[in-house]
């Protein structure tokens, strides 16, 4: 779980005879993460692809600009049937003839109407003048310009320069200037002036007739492309089915025949390499074999072990026919040697082995089922290298149990994985499935705590009913929120500590057995040292020495958790102070954090700059009681104002459910308990029209809560697996395991 699976490197060696064979088994195993060639090796060299893959590459562009063009989409599919090769080619070319004739009129009839369109736009200030076009234009002893401008700002303008006599017509900003000047001395003039000049549209008489035979114009054209819309629509429902298996076909032909690109070939004999999952190995070369049988040969050279920067760390000797002195593994496809013969397959300097490419495997990550919908939240920071540990794990672990912690309401877990579940269950996408999945696994925690606090949509009625139904009081934990349960809010921010201790040590740690493949030495100083120092520091916070801790972790009566909420009997640790410095105590444990940091100079001193991230990292977690209570107060606040609240002398209090807050003051006890105020009287009890308020209130206010729910505890949650828990141990970089095949969806060959 913690490491990805183990992958082989597989190398695939025959006759160019046989290659064509050899394609099509791998291609329908589906199987091998094929390794490209790099050109390294003298006498090889990259394969060409197989004849008619240019044709059939032509084709799949075909396809794909006649699904562009119809806009045909998955729905569209219909049932998987068998597509030939003479049906692509008869068929594929009437598609394409009728499809393309529509769109060159739906082109057509488009441009035109874009045409419409601008003459319209043009026209409108002209309409909006009211004079007839053809007075715009056409005199010997007058020029005329018409534009949008601020009319006396123009006729000042005009006043003041050499035109003539002038006259100026204007309606909303459209101004129309008769002037006795030349055309040129008119624009001159008007520079000076708010002015931006129109054209004068062809045409005569009315504008407002003109318009209306360019809006009747529009609708023709409108009504013309929507036909063509239809026919295109129509042709999208008849062919869709075909063109979307065709491509399918044709993508798999492609696929294959593009293969050899990826080969070490030579004028005989062609080398594939590549990775497959090692336990699958058996798998590959029996069903291999069974099809194309002694035309290859199938040899497994290297089972991969590899440290966290990706590079070979070990190399699992493979015994192969015959060592080849460095040469290609594969190279030769000559008959096998005597089995006495058989020799380890050589090894280059670095404990690799030498063969055609990027020798980094690919990386399939190995979780659980019910873990795998958070390797999508992984991924959004990146995909682990094959070397470093998978965080996936720890984060189902903890982020679900951090955002239950922090909701702990039955109420909104069930809605949290009603919704999770209507996610996971009514969408494609893989990764909406497995936020639906997140969301279930949250829903559920959330619900978990919500039980041990004994609330249901912020309401006490758990904790009230169904705790003593079974024996008990009431709820086994508070979340703090009350006067009267207060001391569970300081419990849980130290709890909130003292996860945050346990998170960042468990990163360490990982961290620390990763440099363990570069030696004890470099895992002591570039790791063990963050963990001298988180321990170090936060032991000596929690003895106490020298006023370390303050009074809510830790008191010489009581200790931490030593009375309630938790009576766990922790009295805290031990000071243990060795000397004093100018009259400081230095603690044992305060040794032990400048250790670490002895330690991590050693590693890397420009890291030392950063040795209070032991501090302020596990200061990040307090987030955790911090949200609680918020989330806590704004559901409170919702159920306040809905049904009200009274106080009894306790410090307890309580919503007015059953009877008005002001019948328990009435009353005076409550439940052995002397009511001393109404806190708010509750809309529920003043009135119709406060009831229907109250309603409102309450339902969108529950609502708010449930996404500020997921925006807060759930970034909150995330951001402390990301930037704290990640960054000590997670770099991710890995490659995604890309097998050489094709999953089927509008296709068979059944």
């Known amino acids: 779980m913690l490491r990805p699976e183990k992958m082989c490197r597989v190398s695939v060696t025959g006759s160019k005879r046989a290659m064509e064979q050899t394609i099509e088994a791998v291609h329908d195993l589906d199987m091998l993460h094929v390794t490209e060639y790099d050109g390294s090796w003298d006498g090889f060299e990259p394969g060409n692809s197989l004849d008619g893959t240019n044709e059939v590459s032509d084709k799949l562009v075909t396809v794909r600009s006649l699904q562009s063009i119809l806009g045909v989409s998955e729905e569209d599919a219909g049932p998987t049937r068998v597509v030939t090769d003479d049906a692509i080619e008869d068929q594929l070319e009437t598609v394409r003839t009728e499809v393309n004739e529509l769109d060159d009129r739906r082109d057509e009839v488009r441009d035109e109407l874009r045409a419409v369109e601008d003459r319209i736009n043009t026209m409108a200030p002209f309409v909006t003048l009211g004079i007839d076009l053809d007075l715009l234009r056409g005199y010997d002893s007058l020029s005329v310009v018409v534009g949008?401008?601020?009319?006396?700002?123009?006729?000042a303008v005009l006043a003041d320069s050499d035109v003539g006599t002038f006259e100026l017509f204007t309606e909303d900003g459209i101004v129309a200037v008769f002037?006795?000047?030349?055309?040129?001395?008119?624009q001159d003039a008007l520079v000076g002036a708010t002015f931006s000049r129109l054209e004068i549209p062809d045409g005569d008489g009315d504008p407002t007739a003109y318009l209306e035979e360019l809006e009747h114009e529009k609708q023709q054209l409108e009504s013309k492309l929507s036909t063509v819309e239809d026919e295109l629509n129509e042709l999208r429902l008849d062919h869709a089915g075909f063109l979307l298996a065709a491509e399918e076909k044709l993508a798999i032909e492609a696929q294959k025949g593009e293969a050899p690109l990826t080969f070490a070939t030579t004028e005989n004999a062609f080398i594939a390499e590549g990775w497959i999952p090692n336990e699958r190995y058996e798998e590959f070369e029996r069903a291999l074999s069974s099809t194309v049988g002694d035309a290859v040969d199938i040899d497994r050279i290297e089972i991969a072990e590899?440290?966290?920067?990706?590079?070979?760390?070990?190399?699992?000797?493979?015994?192969?026919?015959?060592?080849?002195?460095g040469e290609p593994v594969g190279s030769s496809v000559d008959a096998p040697e005597p089995e006495s013969e058989r020799q380890p397959q050589e090894t280059v300097a670095d404990g690799g082995v030498i063969t055609m490419g990027d020798d980094a495997p690919p990386v399939i990550q190995d979780n659980p089922k019910g873990v795998k919908p958070f390797e999508d939240l992984v991924e959004v920071v990146n995909r682990p290298k094959y070397g470093e540990f998978?965080?996936?794990?720890?984060?189902?672990?903890?982020?679900?149990?951090?955002?239950?912690?922090?909701?702990?309401?039955?109420?909104?877990?069930?809605?949290y994985l009603a919704l999770g579940y209507g996610l996971y269950s009514a969408v494609d996408s893989d990764v909406l499935k497995s936020l639906g999945g997140v969301g279930m696994w949250a829903g559920g925690f959330t619900m978990l705590f919500g039980l041990l606090y004994g609330e249901i949509f912020g309401l006490h009625t758990i904790s009230n009913v169904v705790w003593p139904a079974l024996g008990f009081e009431g709820a086994p934990f508070h979340k703090g929120l009350q006067p009267a349960y207060g001391e569970y809010a300081i419990g849980w921010l130290t709890l909130s500590l003292l996860a945050g201790m346990l998170h960042l040590a468990v990163g360490w740690t990982f961290d620390f057995i990763e440099n363990l493949n570069h030696g004890l030495w470099d895992a002591v100083t570039e790791s063990g040292s963050w963990l001298l120092m988180l321990f170090g520091l936060w032991a000596w916070v929690f003895s106490g020495a020298a006023g370390s801790a303050p009074d809510f972790l830790y008191t010489a009566e009581e200790g931490i958790f030593a009375g309630n909420p938790f009576p766990l009997g922790f009295a805290g640790l031990p000071a243990i102070d060795l000397f004093s410095v100018g009259g400081f105590p230095i603690s044992a444990w305060l040794l032990v954090f400048f250790a670490g940091l002895v330690l991590l100079a050693l590693a890397d001193p420009i890291e030392v700059v950063e040795f209070l991230n032991v501090f302020v990292n596990v200061l990040s977690y307090t987030r955790l009681a911090a949200v609680l209570l918020a989330k806590a107060g704004m559901a409170f606040v919702v159920n306040l104002l809905f049904f009200g609240v009274f106080v009894t002398d306790d410090g307890a209090w309580h919503f007015g459910i059953s009877h008005a807050p002001s019948y328990y003051l009435e009353e005076?006890?409550?439940?052995?308990?002397?009511?001393?105020?109404?806190?708010?009287?509750?809309?529920?009890?003043?009135?119709i029209a406060g009831l229907v308020g109250g309603l409102l209130v309450l339902v969108l206010g529950h609502l708010l809560v449930l996404v500020l729910g997921i925006t807060s505890a759930g970034l909150q949650g995330v951001r402390l697996e990301y930037v704290e828990f990640f960054g000590k141990f997670f770099e991710g970089g890995g490659k995604r395991y890309n097998p050489f095949g094709y999953e089927r969806t509008y296709t068979t060959d059944d």
């Open 148 to 155: 949008e401008g601020d009319s006396d700002e123009i006729e």
């Open 179 to 186: 002037a006795q000047a030349d055309e040129d001395a008119l």
């Open 306 to 325: 590899y440290d966290s920067e990706g590079h070979a760390e070990s190399h699992e000797e493979v015994e192969r026919e015959g060592g080849n002195g």
């Open 390 to 415: 998978d965080p996936t794990v720890a984060f189902f672990l903890t982020f679900p149990a951090f955002f239950g912690f922090m909701i702990g309401d039955v109420g909104y877990g069930l809605l």
């Open 668 to 687: 005076g006890v409550y439940h052995g308990h002397e009511v001393t105020e109404v806190m708010f009287g509750g809309l529920m009890h003043s009135g």
